[in-house]
């Protein structure tokens, strides 16, 4: 298994522009979320989802919109980058609600000027 | 709100030098505390879930405890591997979210 993966590695935008980070496992994890992690403030929950079709918002959504059409696929989308999202951004994923042990992936490094 | 707070912020431990890092936590109901591993420019790792007050896990070197008000992290006679960045969160019966610490950096010096 190759378990949580994420493209890009890194990413530099310009205050304005969208992008799509992408997020993948082949765990068959019915629970996947995103995180960002900055300095001095830990891991911050943006959004999350329980199954293919129901996602919700986190701790700071604002700014990003995810989906879930698939089990494996839960990307998140930029709208417009602003320098407060320049960050380290991870996905992750556990079995269900029951399964506590999460698994994550190894993080993109987003800058936006 | 669940809040977690991790101390040290840093610590620097020779080799073979025993010490404990501390989470402090406040929720309404605890469903879990997890312990993750992070080193540099890498994902977090999964070290421990504790589910009650009194439960201990060991791994290797690591043994975290876990009280109804905190939970600590003992590293015994680390080496410099053990060098990384400790994550403590905690999950509440109210929503499936983990709410996470500042964490806590170790390096162990040769």
């Known amino acids: 298994n190759a378990g949580v993966t994420q493209t890009p590695k890194f990413q530099v935008l310009k205050t304005g522009q969208s992008m799509t980070l992408q997020c993948a496992q082949d765990?068959?994890?019915?629970?996947m979320s995103w995180y960002r992690q900055d300095p001095g403030m830990g891991l911050r929950l943006i959004h999350y989802?329980?199954?293919?079709?129901?996602?919700d918002q986190g701790e700071v959504p604002n700014g990003y919109n995810v989906s879930r059409s698939t089990t494996e696929d839960f990307p998140l989308r930029l709208l417009s980058a602003a320098p407060s999202q320049t960050s380290v951004y991870f996905c992750?994923?556990?079995?269900?609600?029951?399964?506590?042990?999460?698994?994550f992936g190894p993080g993109t490094r987003l800058t936006v000027l | 709100e669940d809040q977690v707070t991790q101390s040290p912020e840093a610590l620097r431990l020779q080799e073979g030098e025993s010490s404990s890092l501390n989470c402090s936590y406040t929720v309404s109901g605890l469903r879990g505390l997890f312990w993750y591993r992070q080193d540099p420019g890498k994902g977090p790792e999964f070290l421990f879930t504790?589910?009650?007050a009194g439960e201990e896990k060991e791994k290797e070197r690591l043994k975290a405890t876990l009280t109804k008000k905190e939970s600590f992290l003992h590293i015994t006679a680390p080496k410099p591997e053990d060098s990384a960045t400790y994550l403590c969160?905690?999950?509440?019966?109210?929503?499936?979210?983990?709410?996470f610490g500042k964490g806590n950096q170790v390096v162990v010096i040769p």
């Open positions: 765990m068959n994890h019915e629970y």
């Open positions: 504790l589910y009650s």
């Open positions: 992750a994923s556990r079995e269900d609600r029951g399964k506590n042990e999460q698994f």
């Open positions: 989802s329980v199954g293919a079709g129901i996602t």
């Open positions: 969160a905690v999950q509440d019966y109210g929503n499936n979210r983990l709410a």
